[in-house]
């Protein structure tokens, strides 16, 4: 089943987050970032077992223009990471809301990811940034 992005929530920094019932949230980053990243030649994901805060650093990718850090938008603790993805970066960018999720973190505060925008805030922000 394809994941509904209009149901997701964003950062600003353009992670996205489906936060599941079961209080884990899965990130990813939006398809407008890997456009804006362009040709991604690397991705370095964090631990299993991590605890992040809202706004850590979680790991970064790297295209052939930039080196952008990925932000963790909620905090908790990462349960799992996507260690197919490093290996399969163009799948990330025909898919970044399926395939691409890249880590999945047991939430603290599941109430963060209210703060976070809605997909129309988000798509805002995306058009005016261009």
Not at 90 to 108: A, C, Q, R
């Amino acid at each position: 089943m394809a994941r509904d992005t209009s149901k997701l929530r964003y950062a600003e920094t353009h992670e996205w987050v489906d936060a599941g019932d079961d209080g884990v949230a899965t990130i990813g980053i939006s398809a407008f970032a890997i456009e804006q990243l362009n040709d991604l030649v690397y991705m370095d994901l964090p631990e299993v077992g991590k605890d992040v805060a809202v706004g850590d650093e979680i790991g970064e990718v790297e295209s052939v223009k930039a080196v952008s850090p990925l932000y963790s938008p909620v905090s908790g603790q990462v349960v799992e990471v996507h260690t197919e993805l490093p290996d399969n970066l163009d799948n990330l960018k025909e898919d970044p809301y399926e395939f691409g999720w890249i880590i999945k973190i047991k939430m603290t505060d599941a109430s963060e990811v209210e703060k976070l925008m809605d997909h129309a805030a988000y798509e805002k922000q995306c058009s005016e940034a261009g």
